[in-house]
């Protein structure tokens, strides 16, 4: 790939992002959008700067909260993925179960979350869990489950057994299964986190959305809203540098363009 082809691929995100922006801008200055039903860019950066630090302080509060949820989701989400994709009686017995309870709304646990552990910090971080830890889960038990089975007879013959399969080669191979299953999950609990914060907390940007909305300061909630994305965003492009640099052979192919 050319260093021309680099640069525009680098910059193409923001190159959009403006694009967006100024588009947003001059609409809602043509049709003179009120800032209380749309707000404009402009008026999204005003608020933003008049509550840098009230933003800064919700903005903190939910990312600690989901950084413990999405923990526990990746010990959680490995451990069964493990288990699932090491066994095909567990596959069989678990995964429907597994994928039955993904298909629940986990916005409606959140009542019942609150009723076990109160308002605050509890039910936010559970919430980011419960919706996060499915894919990481599916992602290993894919990886693990989807081992060649050639590839394993050839392996016994030379006298491994199903733990050393399993360790020296199942796990390497699904690592990049693991990245992408983090990827997907790191943003779902930040939604996790925020749904919760917006019926469960006094604190965090789903608070901030609902105060800002009875308030009709809709820069502020727009403001509040960009914050989550940009935290997730950041979330996702670190997760991608690591798979980068621990999973280079599996982007052989990619790198060679």
Known sequence: MTNKKKLIEA????????????????LCSAFNVSEFIFPSPARIGSQFMEFKWIIA???????????????LAIVVGVLLGFVIGSSRLAYAAVYPLMTAFN????????????????????????????????????????GLATLEPELEDVLRVLGARRW?????????????YFYGSLKVAITLAFVGTTVSEMTAANEGIGYLLISAGSAMQMGLAF???????????AMYELFSFIEKRTTGWAHRGSQGE
């Open 11 to 26: 910059w193409s995100p923001w190159l959009l992002l403006l694009a967006v922006l100024v588009s947003w801008q001059l």
């Open 57 to 71: 302080g919700h903005a903190w509060r939910t990312f600690w909260v989901t950084m413990a949820g999405f923990g």
């Open 103 to 142: 298909a629940l709304p986990k916005a409606a646990f959140v009542p019942i979350l609150v009723v076990w552990f109160g308002i605050g910090v509890g039910p936010a971080i559970l919430t980011a869990f419960l919706i996060s830890f499915f894919p990481i889960m599916v992602n290993i038990a894919t």
């Open 164 to 176: 050393d399969v399993l360790m020296k080669v199942g796990l390497p191979r699904s690592m990049p």
């Open 223 to 233: 403001a509040g809203l960009l914050v989550v994305g940009a935290m997730a965003m």
